[in-house]
């Protein structure tokens, strides 16, 4: 291949980008023939522009990506041929980008940093006690939810909203490495990102969380209609409660409006969850969510069952709630089905509802029943609370074997 000007190098990363989403500067490097100096420059140029978002070794697509800035398709078709770039676009590749068609979840939802401290029991009131360990991460119910639906093969569109802050650069660098295909980042200029203080207890695996909401709840309307099209391009529409209550009604109205299925994770529980209730096909609270939604105390089988009657007859057609240790009671026209829970060794529940409900809407979005699909997500969140920190999604390669 002949040298290119920095243009045609342009040209080419912005298609190569429109297939792969994200890219290394090492597999751009060698695509092009030029240096890794010269990868970056480039890449500084398009973040400039806004096309990219620069990552730890690599880049990805930016909201306001477009990959035909420049156009010069003669030069994509000769790479296109070449030897090299036959190894990057792999048949597989190709196979997965029908599949995903079948396979698109749009995720509204949060991003905070967690902050956790390991304890050999939580403190008492007015207790100060020293932690056995310590670290940061990244959190938030929808960046959870929407990385173990990417790990469980769904095709994942994410939109959620940061700060301009010291923690930005952390969420972007974090999103651009889970595999969830798009990423819709929006900024505050006046709240920060979203945080969350988490306990968790060593001896039991059960954790304490206190969040700070920052920019997930400044998502404006206008946001949310810039975000129109891949809502309505989405099979199944999928979002939490850790945003604001007006823009997660706008968006759920959006997909309920053009057929796109609704799922609700009611979480945290928030007094205006009712309102909602007319747009959501499935919900999945987990029995304190449940006992508030309702009113009736969940602390058995037998009280779930009449929680996800009474859910029902508020409005909704499905109901999954998920019961921690003691499994899943699925309720669907008009029937149970009971998911029986997994033993695992905990050591860390935070997140593991995020894990639930992302791997049950990559199984719901493949065509799965929803009782199969509960049963696959059930084995992915025993998994999950084997692992430490809420955004260590495990791989979904494990779960036939924990199944």
Known sequence: MNKLSRNERLTVILKLLSEHKTLSNAQLAKLLQVTPKTIRCDLVQLE???????THGGVQISVNFD???????RLLSQLTASKTLSGLMTQNLMENRVNNMKNNIFILGSFNVDIVATLERFPQPGETLHALSNNIGAGGKGANQAYAAAKAGANVTFMTKIGKDQFSHFAKEHLATTGIDKTIIVESDTSPTGN???YVCETSGENMIAVHSGANTEI???EILQAEQHIVGANLFLTQLENNIDAIRQSMKIAHTHGVRVVLNPAPYHEDTPTLLEFVDVITPNETEASLMTGIEVT????????AEKINQMGVNTVVITRGSQGVLVYEN???KEVAAIKCVVTDTTGAGDAFNGALVAQMVKGETLFNAAKYANAYASLAVEREGAANMPDASLVAARL
Do not use: G, M, P, W
Request: contains cysteine; hydrophobic residues 40%; proline residues 0%.
């Open 300 to 307: 058995d089988l037998s009280s779930a069952k009449l929680a």
């Open 48 to 54: 400039n522009e806004q096309q990219v978002i620069r």
């Open 220 to 222: 404006t309307s206008a």
């Open 334 to 336: 008009e029937h149970f």
């Open 196 to 198: 969350a203080l988490i």
């Open 67 to 73: 990959a035909d800035k420049y156009c010069l398709d």
